[in-house]
């Protein structure tokens, strides 16, 4: 099985602040057929279903808000929010489903500093 | 617009079997693989396994090959999770979801299913 980690666990950020989480898998998730990772992130707030937010590493979903993007290859991946609003307060997940069984890193929350 | 619509919360005791159901709709539904996805309580995202509607073909996870069956009717559009005998460790929040796209990222998502085991 592919084993994804996720870093940190907790990240406290300010209104208006940057905030990054790095995702790394095991083995790589790059399908060098056609050169496209297989590394999702979703964000899942309190009570809800998660949400895709970025697929093939770097693809924001449509109506994802554009301070969302995502970044990396191989093994080693990045989601960053530009400025975070008080809206973007969850659980963050990354995902490989390159080979299965599929996983998930096991999550980084998001809260306002 | 794809929906995914699962069966409602249930309450069990260990030993007894479940069947939860997902109802696709708005969307040719033997076109994309459904997974599974179980969340504890207060835990992270576990994928369980998936299944192709138009063959039912199955891919399960190892950790939960063996305790849980998913099938598909593709009939009535609908794909379930089965467990033949429950444990109170199945008590858990259980998603199905799908991907619309060729990306294959997990894009719409069922409300989710409550599954309570306790004696």
């Known amino acids: 099985d592919i084993e994804m980690i996720q870093s940190p666990d907790s990240l406290p950020v300010s209104l208006g602040e940057r905030a990054t989480i790095n995702c790394k898998s095991s083995?790589?998730?790059?399908?060098?057929?056609?050169?496209?990772?297989?590394l999702g992130w979703y964000q899942q707030k309190p009570g809800q279903p998660p949400k895709l937010l970025i697929y093939?590493?770097?693809i924001r979903e449509s109506g994802v808000p554009d301070r969302f993007s995502g970044s990396g290859s191989g093994t080693d991946f990045t989601l960053t929010i530009s400025s975070l609003q008080a809206e973007d307060v969850a659980v963050y997940y990354c995902?490989?489903?390159?080979?299965?069984?599929?996983?998930f890193g096991q999550g980084t929350k998001v809260e306002i500093k | 617009e794809v929906q995914l619509v699962q069966s409602g919360a249930e309450m069990k005791k260990p030993g007894e079997s479940l069947t939860i159901s997902c109802k696709g709709s708005g969307y040719t539904f033997t076109t994309y693989w459904i997974s599974w996805v179980r969340q504890m309580p207060g835990k992270g995202l576990e994928w369980m396994g998936k299944?192709?509607?138009?063959?039912?073909?199955?891919n399960y996870s190892p950790s939960f090959q063996g305790h849980v069956t998913i099938t598909a009717d593709k009939s009535i559009r609908t794909a379930h999770l089965q467990w033949s005998s429950l444990k109170a460790s199945d008590t858990a929040m259980y998603y199905c979801a799908t991907s619309y796209s060729d990306h294959g990222a997990l894009e719409y998502w069922g409300q989710g299913t409550l599954v309570s085991v306790s004696s």
């Open positions: 995902e490989q489903y390159y080979s299965p069984p599929w996983t």
């Open positions: 093939w590493a770097s």
């Open positions: 083995q790589t998730v790059l399908n060098s057929s056609n050169n496209k990772n297989y």
């Open positions: 299944i192709d509607p138009r063959e039912s073909y199955t």
